[in-house]
């Protein structure tokens, strides 16, 4: 991100072993940054010389070609080199003006030495300064680093984090962590331009060219007064985590105060990723938890009260139960690749979901199940009518989630564990009967679910298949053996309200042959269409059909 340190050409000519040095030609590149120096007396230096070098000659190598004298600043520009003293007097009598003009319209620095310069001392000053400035910098990366790690050993949190780095840098500085959704900033109070500044991304315009590992700096205007920002990004093993932001006012961030950025920025990685795995413990006993209310017959109540308090949950208070299964939008690859997205789906849908809950100050209990997500949600207000804060809910929440292919099911709302039992129980069938009814992308709440709801409410899952198998069974056993479609024309009737014409006219086949399919169900099933009871059995058993045959049960 930042260049070695070094020192500029305005701060080698206040040295002392520069003190009769003459500046002719290239003032605009005054700021240019040495960092090594070289003498050239040879006349094939070029190939040795590197960026960054600031080169002592006395001219011996050229002192004879006047084409070589021409080309020499030039070819130097084009290295990267800092700057170019030359010792006159001895080899060359003067430095030529063509070499002066070419140094300003370079920007390059040419420096006359006086004859009585020492290469030596010349050469010491400056790696003097390049040596020292190194060595401050790594005593100061040191302590920074020491202090940063034992912040985050002690269980430090994001904002005495970002509060020690802005004291670091005397500068606003906002951090944020992508991964659990968390930020920071520091001062509390600040501005509220500066704060709108630092909560936005402010890389607009800004190519990939301009921000060489993802620094982006800029120069910008608060109030009238000038300003630096620096944004940072949080990286570890290549994987982005979060972005570390910061403004400095009327003044410009030094390379040592961006060097201790991108230092900070690879201990704060080391915390999003701890934070991060404390919370995904946190979910799996969060999870085991209401799985074990969920799936015991007789909870012990005080129990199971007193160990969601761990979790600031009130298990006795009243909650409706929202089951979301959520999907990538594409899907593809092997079944393994597949099930990966699905898990990396809810994985990171869950943080989103816990933020916007939070941040809306929902009583909640989030948590992932082998379905997608399992949330619980107590009303915003007891006057509340419970389809409108719900869909309220929803409605918001399918906006966090947008990046996904969503369905959800709803249940009732109702209080203590058993109330939680039986809204999970509502939610579950919802999701399952109602995607096959309203289709996938629906939100689908358990009162919606008509005579299906009431249904499956009266009687277990056991008891209804066997009741679609008794009543079905013959004629499903029948249309395999002979490729026959009784069970398809029985569902078109019964949908063109026993109708023969018009059933016969969407099947495209004649009259005659729908009379005969329909003696045929009627001698399977030894039900009669025409007794309003057993046309209302045969129903009811078509209509459950397609919930268990979905899952393979009959």
């Given at each position: 991100?930042?260049?070695?340190?070094?020192?500029?050409?305005?701060?080698?000519?206040?040295?002392?072993?520069?003190?009769?040095?003459?500046?002719?030609?290239?003032?605009?590149?005054?700021?240019?940054?040495?960092?090594?120096?070289?003498?050239?007396?040879?006349?094939?230096?070029?190939?040795?010389?590197?960026?960054?070098?600031?080169?002592?000659?006395?001219?011996?190598?050229?002192?004879?070609?006047?084409?070589?004298?021409?080309?020499?600043?030039?070819?130097?520009?084009?290295?990267?080199?800092?700057?170019?003293?030359?010792?006159?007097?001895?080899?060359?009598?003067?430095?030529?003006?063509?070499?002066?003009?070419?140094?300003?319209?370079?920007?390059?620095?040419?420096?006359?030495?006086?004859?009585?310069?020492?290469?030596?001392?010349?050469?010491?000053?400056?790696?003097?300064?390049?040596?020292?400035?190194?060595?401050?910098?790594?005593?100061?990366?040191?302590?920074?680093?020491?202090?940063?790690?034992?912040?985050?050993?002690?269980?430090?949190?994001?904002?005495?984090?970002?509060?020690?780095?802005?004291?670091?840098?005397?500068?606003?500085?906002?951090?944020?962590?992508?991964?659990?959704?968390?930020?920071?900033?520091?001062?509390?109070?600040?501005?509220?331009?500066?704060?709108?500044?630092?909560?936005?991304?402010?890389?607009?315009?800004?190519?990939?060219?301009?921000?060489?590992?993802?620094?982006?700096?800029?120069?910008?205007?608060?109030?009238?007064?000038?300003?630096?920002?620096?944004?940072?990004?949080?990286?570890?093993?290549?994987?982005?985590?979060?972005?570390?932001?910061?403004?400095?006012?009327?003044?410009?961030?030094?390379?040592?105060?961006?060097?201790?950025?991108?230092?900070?920025?690879?201990?704060?990685?080391?915390?999003?990723?701890?934070?991060?795995?404390?919370?995904?413990?946190?979910?799996?006993?969060?999870?085991?938890?209401?799985?074990?209310?969920?799936?015991?017959?007789?909870?012990?109540?005080?129990?199971?009260?007193?160990?969601?308090?761990?979790?600031?949950?009130?298990?006795?208070?009243?909650?409706?139960?929202?089951?979301?299964?959520?999907?990538?939008?594409?899907?593809?690859?092997?079944?393994?690749?597949?099930?990966?997205?699905?898990?990396?789906?809810?994985?990171?849908?869950?943080?989103?979901?816990?933020?916007?809950?939070?941040?809306?100050?929902?009583?909640?209990?989030?948590?992932?199940?082998?379905?997608?997500?399992?949330?619980?949600?107590?009303?915003l207000c007891k006057t509340d009518k419970t389809d409108a804060w719900l869909k309220r809910i929803l409605r918001q929440m399918r906006n966090v989630v947008s990046k996904w292919d969503?369905?959800?099911?709803?249940?009732?709302?109702?209080?203590?564990?058993?109330?939680?039992?039986?809204?999970?129980?509502?939610?579950?069938?919802?999701?399952?009967?109602?995607?096959?009814?309203?289709?996938?992308?629906?939100?689908?709440?358990?009162?919606?679910?008509?005579?299906?709801?009431?249904?499956?409410?009266?009687?277990?899952?056991?008891?209804?298949?066997?009741?679609?198998?008794?009543?079905?069974?013959?004629?499903?056993?029948?249309?395999?053996?002979?490729?026959?479609?009784?069970?398809?024309?029985?569902?078109?009737?019964?949908?063109?309200?026993?109708?023969?014409?018009?059933?016969?006219?969407?099947?495209?086949?004649?009259?005659?042959?729908?009379?005969?399919?329909?003696?045929?169900?009627?001698?399977?099933?030894?039900?009669?269409?025409?007794?309003?009871?057993?046309?209302?059995?045969?129903?009811?058993?078509?209509?459950?059909?397609?919930?268990?045959?979905?899952?393979?049960?009959?």
């Open positions: 991100m930042l260049k070695q340190f070094g020192i500029t050409i305005k701060e080698v000519l206040r040295l002392p072993a520069y003190q009769n040095v003459k500046l002719l030609g290239g003032e605009g590149g005054l700021e240019r940054v040495a960092r090594n120096v070289n003498v050239m007396e040879v006349p094939d230096i070029l190939p040795w010389l590197k960026k960054g070098d600031f080169i002592l000659t006395t001219g011996y190598a050229i002192k004879d070609d006047a084409e070589a004298q021409k080309r020499l600043i030039p070819q130097l520009a084009a290295l990267g080199v800092t700057g170019l003293a030359i010792k006159p007097k001895r080899y060359i009598e003067s430095i030529p003006p063509y070499m002066i003009e070419q140094a300003n319209n370079l920007s390059l620095p040419l420096l006359e030495l006086s004859i009585e310069s020492n290469f030596s001392d010349l050469i010491s000053s400056i790696l003097t300064q390049i040596v020292n400035r190194q060595a401050a910098f790594m005593e100061h990366s040191l302590k920074v680093h020491q202090q940063f790690t034992d912040l985050i050993l002690q269980g430090g949190e994001l904002n005495q984090i970002v509060r020690a780095l802005a004291d670091l840098l005397g500068a606003f500085v906002r951090l944020e962590d992508t991964v659990n959704l968390r930020s920071a900033i520091f001062p509390e109070t600040i501005p509220l331009e500066i704060e709108s500044l630092l909560e936005k991304e402010n890389t607009e315009g800004i190519s990939d060219a301009d921000t060489p590992n993802g620094l982006i700096e800029r120069q910008i205007s608060i109030g009238g007064q000038p300003a630096h920002f620096v944004a940072l990004p949080v990286v570890f093993e290549g994987k982005k985590y979060g972005c570390v932001k910061s403004i400095a006012l009327e003044r410009k961030f030094s390379y040592l105060d961006l060097l201790t950025l991108e230092r900070v920025c690879s201990i704060v990685a080391l915390d999003i990723l701890r934070h991060h795995g404390l919370v995904q413990v946190e979910q799996k006993y969060k999870a085991e938890l209401l799985n074990q209310i969920l799936t015991t017959n007789n909870p012990d109540e005080k129990n199971f009260i007193e160990r969601g308090k761990l979790f600031h949950w009130d298990l006795s208070g009243t909650y409706a139960a929202i089951l979301i299964s959520i999907l990538p939008k594409k899907t593809g690859g092997s079944l393994v690749d597949i099930e990966r997205a699905k898990q990396a789906a809810k994985t990171q849908a869950i943080p989103l979901m816990e933020d916007y809950c939070r941040r809306n100050g929902l009583i909640h209990m989030l948590v992932a199940n082998e379905i997608g997500i399992l949330l619980f949600v107590q009303p969503v369905t959800i099911g709803v249940g009732g709302c109702y209080s203590g564990l058993h109330g939680i039992k039986n809204s999970y129980r509502e939610a579950k069938i919802a999701l399952e009967v109602g995607a096959d009814i309203f289709g996938a992308g629906s939100d689908i709440f358990y009162d919606e679910l008509g005579i299906y709801g009431l249904l499956l409410r009266q009687a277990s899952v056991e008891e209804q298949k066997a009741f679609v198998c008794q009543v079905l069974g013959p004629l499903l056993d029948y249309d395999q053996a002979k490729q026959a479609e009784l069970f398809s024309t029985l569902q078109v009737f019964l949908e063109m309200d026993c109708n023969i014409k018009k059933t016969a006219q969407t099947l495209f086949t004649h009259y005659n042959t729908i009379l005969y399919r329909l003696n045929k169900i009627k001698e399977l099933t030894r039900l009669d269409i025409n007794n309003l009871d057993q046309k209302l059995t045969l129903q009811v058993a078509v209509r459950l059909f397609p919930v268990f045959n979905r899952y393979n049960d009959i």
